[in-house]
Each structure stands twice: as C-alpha cells, then as structure tokens.
C-alpha cells in the first residue's frame, strides 16, 4: 500500500525547515579573547607578551587597517614568545589573531584583503605561497624567509570560519620551524572559532 504525503504536510514541513538550513549561527563578538590561542595552547616556554583588542598599529600599512573594514564587530591579538638558539626546534614567536564581522560576507572580503596583504610579500619580499587544507570554509598561507647569518623562517596562516577570520604567525630559524608546527596551532584555533 502506498502512502501519500498531502500537500500542506509538505508546504509545512518546508517552511519550518528552510530556516534551519538557510541560516548559519555565527560566531559571537562577545568573547574575542576565548577565540585567539592561549598561553596554555604552548609549550610551557612560551610567555605571553602582549594581547589585547586589535588596534590600528596592528594592521597599520596593510588592505586591512580600517578597523571598521567590511562591517567589522571586533578583533583580537595575542602575541607569544620564547627564548632559543638556532638548535630550537618549533616556532620562538607566534601571533594569533581573531576578528569577527556582522556576516560571513564580511570575513569573506576580510579574507579577501588578507590575500592581497600576502600577495604583496610574495612580490615584494620574496615569499611564497603555501598550501593548507581543511581549515575553516578557506584558508590562505604563506612562508618567507629573513636571510642573516642565522636564517628566520616566518609562516603565516588567515583562514575563514562563516563570519570571523582568523590568523597565526609564527617564526622560529629556518630548518627548525615547519608549517605543521604553526598548522598545529591554527587548528587549535579553528576548533574554537568552529565551537562558538
């Protein structure tokens, strides 16, 4: 026996969904600090020396230095360190960034600017792209080289997660820092962007 479905059941079923699926929960400009990387996500060697709200100096000079850019709601910065020598394996600085925009229109035309921002170090200062995967709805990232006696290494990673960008520098010396190094702790951040 065949049942059928009437025709209200379904017009009903469709609009009590369609809301569930057309809307996208988005990430809170409540609780910027929660969002960044904590000292705690680390190792233990490594000091917080500065973290706070995003402010102009932090993105002075670049396609993102308005901080009301692209319906912007709020932004965070938080800055580590740690002493080592050329042996020291892993990253000695590294900067997690969080900002978060009024829709996932915003934090696309942010992640936009951050393309642009890193294009212009590939021209400019000799980086080149890198490739990264499964981070967030897309990602973006970068490595350069600052040549010296002892060569630094710097990787940066901005990926979108639906109405928030997020970013992690990090350096260390060259042949002692890797991107899974800095890609460990851009998941770490994601997975809290992704949670909120």
Same mark, same amino acid.
């Given at each position: 026996?065949t049942?059928? &479905?009437r025709?209200?059941?379904? #017009?009903?079923?469709?609009?009590?969904?369609?809301?569930?699926?057309a809307s996208?929960?988005k990430?809170?400009a409540?609780? &910027? @600090? *929660?969002l960044? &990387?904590?000292?705690?996500d &680390?190792?233990?060697? =490594?000091q917080?020396?500065?973290? +706070?709200?995003?402010?102009? !100096?932090?993105?002075q000079?670049?396609?993102?230095?308005?901080?009301?850019? =692209?319906?912007?709601?709020g +932004?965070?910065?938080?800055r580590? %360190?740690?002493?080592g020598?050329?042996?020291? @394996?892993g990253? !000695?600085?590294?900067?997690?960034t969080?900002?978060? =925009?009024?829709?996932?229109?915003g934090? @696309?035309?942010?992640?936009?600017?951050? /393309?642009? $921002?890193l294009g212009? $170090?590939?021209?400019?200062q +000799?980086?080149?792209?890198?490739?990264?995967s499964?981070? +967030?709805d897309?990602?973006? #990232?970068?490595?350069?080289?600052?040549?010296?006696? @002892?060569p630094?290494?710097? =990787?940066?990673? *901005?990926? /979108?997660?639906? %109405?928030?960008t997020?970013s992690?520098?990090? %350096?260390g010396f060259?042949?002692r820092? $890797?991107l899974?190094?800095?890609l460990?702790?851009?998941?770490?951040?994601? *997975?809290?962007m992704?949670?909120?």
């Open positions: 026996m049942h059928f &479905l025709p209200a059941t379904i #017009a009903l079923a469709c609009v009590l969904l369609l809301p569930a699926c996208e929960s990430i809170s409540t609780q &910027l @600090k *929660a960044a &990387l904590a000292r705690s &680390l190792p233990a060697q =490594f917080a020396f500065s973290e +706070g709200p995003t402010a102009t !100096l932090d993105t000079g670049t396609p993102r230095s308005s901080l009301q850019r =692209f319906g912007r709601k +932004g965070w910065v938080a580590f %360190n740690r002493g020598t050329a042996t020291t @394996k990253p !000695l600085v590294v900067v997690s969080i900002d978060v =925009f009024g829709s996932a229109g934090a @696309k035309d942010d992640l936009g600017a951050y /393309r642009i $921002q212009r $170090q590939i021209t400019d +000799g980086a080149r792209p890198v490739s990264v499964g981070l +967030g897309e990602a973006v #990232a970068l490595t350069s080289i600052q040549t010296s006696e @002892k630094v290494r710097s =990787f940066t990673i *901005a990926w /979108r997660e639906r %109405n928030a997020g992690i520098t990090a %350096n060259d042949g820092i $890797q899974t190094d800095v460990r702790l851009a998941r770490i951040q994601e *997975a809290r992704a949670r909120n």
